[in-house]
């Protein structure tokens, strides 16, 4: 297995992203959304540097599988959880976050469905890592680190012994 980033350089991601985070967002109260499932760790690991009382409610949790436009192709996982947003967002400033952005695709869905519970005053979006390979025209506005890599690989975030990226290719873990 390749480490890209250890669990180390992802705490320093994130405390990178939770100073842009105080200074974009600092007096707005957010609302904080993670997209399920490295999104949402994210979130939560960034609530917990910013404190609960930085946000204005719990974390909300997008599963998007049914707004990608690839599950025709990609098929649908045989175990989608609902998404679960405690609150309304009417007005309201959001932090959606992921932990990849790579095509755009998974942000676009996530768009989608947030607009299906209300029209936010705004959206900002958080990513970990943003890597090169963009289809659609989205783009993150907090990025802990940008990475370039070929079409067969990947960067995926575990959480295994904490959060850690690891490259892989064509969906298998490399191995050294």
């Known amino acids: 297995m390749t480490i890209a980033f ?3 350089q992802v705490n320093d991601l994130l405390e990178t992203m939770a100073a ?3 200074d974009r967002l600092g007096d707005k109260k957010p609302l904080l959304v ?3 499932t490295g999104g949402v760790w994210i979130a939560k690991a960034l609530q917990e540097i910013l404190g609960a009382d930085f946000f ?3 974390i909300g949790t ?3 599988a049914y707004y990608r436009d690839d599950f025709t192709r990609i098929g649908m996982h045989p175990q989608v959880t ?3 947003l405690p609150f309304a967002v009417d007005g309201r400033h959001l932090l959606l976050v992921d932990d990849v952005l790579h095509s755009g695709r998974t942000t676009r869905a996530a768009l989608n469905e947030i607009f299906d519970y209300g029209r936010p005053a705004s959206v900002t979006l958080a990513v970990l890592m943003e890597r090169n390979g963009r289809e659609l025209p989205i783009h993150a506005d907090i990025i802990g680190d940008s990475i370039s890599l070929n079409k067969d690989q990947h960067i995926k975030l575990t959480n295994n012994n904490g959060l850690q990226l690891e490259y892989r290719t064509k ?3 490399n191995e050294e």
């Open 6 to 8: 250890t669990q180390s």
């Open 20 to 22: 842009d985070i105080r």
């Open 34 to 36: 993670g997209i399920h």
């Open 56 to 58: 204005d409610a719990s």
């Open 62 to 64: 997008l599963n998007i």
């Open 82 to 84: 609902p998404s679960d």
């Open 171 to 173: 969906g298998v873990v």
